[in-house]
T-cell receptor, first 111, second 114 residues
């Protein structure tokens, strides 16, 4: 079935370094969503991208949707300890329309 | 406005026991769903419902039953628990019926099956 592949699975950075997680699909996506899960918490919606080549920013977070709508990225500039958690991308299945989640990227930030 | 409420937060079961994870939302969302989260596997859809009286299977439905008698409630039943069902379970809901709509998650239920 349709899969959304997310890399890397884990990332350890020093506070102040940048961080990027990537999400890839073999099929064209109608939209892509990003969620953040703090340790011990539940996923919380961050943003949705719909248009080809779309770029959206939330403070130090930059989200991009590829021109072919098959990939997306989340970039965090100058990480802080508050950025710790697991970041998930999610996209609707072409078969069922229901959200399929990537495996997630767990970010650790050393102060 | 409580959002999505899940109970219990933690549960330990023995193999073969049955239990129900409760989920309730007060946002008048039509769509409700259950996910399980396992290390390295992301969030996998178990069952979902697009309205009262309507349920359907997700990616990993085996061993789980659901029902939707009201808009607000969507319980998940384990009829005969197995160690492979040790996981963290999340209930999530949204206004719309498609993947274009944003999910609101409950706090999660951590289940251990011995």
């Amino acid at each position: 079935g349709q899969q959304v592949m997310q890399i890397p699975q884990y990332q350890h950075v020093q506070e102040g370094e940048d961080f990027t997680t990537y999400c890839n699909s073999s099929t064209t996506l109608s939209n892509i969503q990003w969620y953040k899960q703090r340790p011990g918490g539940h996923p919380v919606f961050l943003i949705q991208l719909v248009k080809s080549g779309e770029v959206k920013k939330q403070k130090r977070l930059t989200f991009q949707f590829g021109e072919a709508k098959k990939n997306s990225s989340l970039h965090i500039t100058a990480t802080q300890t508050t950025d710790v958690g697991t970041y998930f991308c999610a996209a609707p299945s072409s078969n069922t329309g229901k959200l399929i989640f990537g495996q997630g990227t767990t970010l650790q930030v050393k102060p | 406005n409580a959002g999505v409420t899940q109970t219990p937060k933690f549960q330990v079961l023995k193999t073969g026991q049955s239990m129900t994870l409760q989920c309730a939302q007060d946002m008048n969302h039509e769509y409700m769903s259950w996910y399980r989260q396992d290390p390295g596997m992301g969030l996998r859809l178990i069952h979902y419902s697009v309205g009262a009286g309507i349920t359907d299977q997700g990616e990993v439905p085996n061993g789980y039953n659901v029902s939707r008698s009201t808009t607000e409630d969507f319980p998940l039943r384990l009829l005969s628990a197995a160690p492979s069902q040790t996981s963290v379970y999340f209930c999530a809901s949204s206004y719309g019926l498609t993947g274009a709509n944003v999910l609101t998650f409950g706090a999660g239920s951590r289940l251990t099956v011995l």
